[in-house]
């Protein structure tokens, strides 16, 4: 964007109103004079501006505003929009009004908005699980925080790098950045984001099968969000144990955490997380073998996503359906699966729309239905191969395998396990087949 010089708002101004030179000059000034103060070449005294500025109907600080002053201003309301829209998940306008804001910046040479706006549009492609272009905006945020003395964001920064790492399964290099977060030097961080550090420290530790260190990290989270009196954010903590333990199997003591934090959410009303709650208690009861409990719990799940417009309702639903394949409710399969394809139609996500048609082809199978089965498979295939993140290609060829191999065909399980091996093996990642069966 072209910011304007003052002597161009002038000009514009008075264009604007139809005035000319003489009418705006009047008494104050010749017509000469305003044109040299028009043209740049002339700066006005505070007192002719003052005039300029009641003459042509407009605020005095509007003509003495740098291009800076207004850049930081605009860039304050449009990236707080961004932020709420990036909360109502609608990703691809957030970013437009990031990257917006990120080449004026650009032009400018401010390097805090710099910071800011890179920072957004990492955390943007953080949610969109697009890690690559999520890590090249993070140190880029990284950088600019560092050089405008922007040391407050680094915390934040660092933890977002550490969610990459997490998601990536790259629980070692998670681990560092989770910690570097917590101890960034001479920055206070709010207690909202500590308890997001110890949380996920929390759950690292775990995966790496540390679990003295996640059960202090748990515990310190579990203390924060006590001092802070946030029923919310202590319901939080109670699912990050019950993950801990369910993890470690102890589904029972899980089942327990995931009921008390449940209390907590209805008594907050908190609907988002009450939703999530259902679909992970649906989840665990499947685990339990109780798939009647866990049926209930997946339409409630599923009813509270759709009055809410989450698209996660799409895999709360596919759940459900491979849940009633395992009861053998074939039936009940089918018609649960015509509704979660109707869904899918209002929230389009590729890799789910790949998993429906899986599912499709399980089914069909299981129903004597070769011909539609192996067509369901070959579409279901075509989108997965599309999948633009490496890692999500190769962990969806995996699942596609296990589910040729439940349904009895070895061969193209054989032929998918091998396809993703070398997938892992461009990326560096160490995996045999055996370990994905």
Partial sequence: MNYLTMGQKLRLKRKELDLTLKEVAGSMISPATLSLVERDLQAPSEELLRYLAQTLQTPFHYFRETPEETLTRRAASLLAEAEA????????????????????????????????????????????????????????????????????????????????????????????????????????????????????????????????????????????????????AYAESLLVLGASYREKEQYDRALELFQEALRLMRQSDAKHELSQVEHTLASLYVKTGDLVLANEHFDLAIEQKQQLKDASVVTAALDQVETLIESKELEAARTRLDKARELLSQYDVEEEHARALALKYQLSHLLGEEQESRLALEESLSIIRRLPVPRRLADNLVRMGRLCASSGDQAMASVLYTEALAVYENLGVIMGVGSMV
């Fill in 85 to 232: 829209l990036m909360y109502r998940k609608r990703y691809g306008m957030a970013a437009r009004f990031a990257e917006e804001i990120l080449e004026d910046a650009k032009e400018l040479g401010l390097t805090a908005l710099i910071a800011r706006s890179t920072f957004l549009l990492g955390r943007i492609h953080v949610e969109q699980d697009d890690y690559s272009k999520a890590n090249q905006y993070l140190f880029k945020a990284q950088s600019s925080a560092l050089l405008s003395g922007q040391y407050a964001c680094l915390p934040e920064i660092y933890f977002h790098f550490g969610l990459v790492s997490f998601r990536q399964r790259f629980y070692t290099q998670a681990l560092d950045y989770f910690k570097q977060a917590e101890e960034t030097e001479n920055v206070t961080i709010e207690d909202a984001l500590i308890h997001k550090i110890y949380s996920m420290l929390a759950q690292t530790c775990h995966k790496l099968g540390q679990y003295d260190d996640a059960l202090l990290y748990a515990s310190r989270a579990k203390e924060l969000v006590a001092r802070m009196n946030n029923i919310d």
